[in-house]
């Protein structure tokens, strides 16, 4: 209930949004043009903003991140912007269901500042992650299928390092994840309860762009 938000809390309207959005590092040429791209290819318009960009691209400088996984590739947007966090040694491994999709993406990853530091691999995630070993990694990025996120969590937590971070994207469903009765709601609820009582992970949910979950695992 809105009468129950502390008083330290703000609601972010459409208009605050808008201002906020002129005080972030902007989107640069190439992945303006990679979204344009991506769009002419007939790819899902469904792209983290450019101010999710930012912010993930400073969270693995944060966590001088070195190896990341990320689920779900679409064009490669948010790889790169990851990638660009990185030192200069840093691996991303970014998983893809949909062969075309990750067709468009290595190519614009090889024609961008990132080549070298990004592996597409594509098949179902849930037997792309079973091949990546335990304790190995800085970061896990959740941005595929809604419902498979409660699934993708356990691989993340076997994943990460202790200290390591997950971030899941579109956990604010459109405005719709308190009350949304279709399976992706139903699915990121899944996900956010089972995030919750998880006793070695830490979280919060970002309300950037349409949300990010951000967890750190404590142990």
């Keep these: 209930m809105v009468e129950d938000m502390p008083k330290t809390s703000t609601p972010v309207d459409a208009r605050l949004l808008g201002f906020l959005a002129t005080k972030t590092t902007q989107e640069d040429d190439y992945l303006r043009d990679l979204r344009a791209g991506a769009a002419r290819a007939g790819l899902p318009e469904i792209h983290i903003s450019f101010e999710q960009g930012t912010y993930l691209k400073l969270m693995m400088q944060c966590l001088a991140a070195r190896n990341v996984v990320e689920v779900g590739t679409l064009g490669g947007y948010s790889a790169i912007s990851m990638a660009r966090g990185m030192d200069a040694d840093g691996r991303l491994v970014t998983l893809e269901l949909e062969p075309k999709h990750a067709e468009f993406a290595r190519e614009w990853i090889a ?109």
């Design 111 to 219: 024609n961008s500042d990132q080549r070298g530091k990004i592996e597409v691999r594509v098949g179902p995630a849930s037997q792309t992650l079973s091949e990546l070993s335990d304790g190995a990694y800085d970061a896990v990025f959740l941005d595929a299928d809604k419902e498979s996120y409660a699934d993708y969590l356990q691989h993340a937590l076997r994943l990460l390092r202790p200290g390591g971070a997950l971030f899941a994207d579109n956990v604010l469903a459109g405005g719709r994840i308190a009350d949304g009765t279709t399976s992706t709601e139903v699915g990121l609820r899944a996900f956010l309860d089972a995030a919750l009582q998880t006793p070695s992970l830490e979280g919060l949910i970002i309300p950037v762009g349409d949300g990010i979950y951000f967890g750190v695992k404590t142990r």
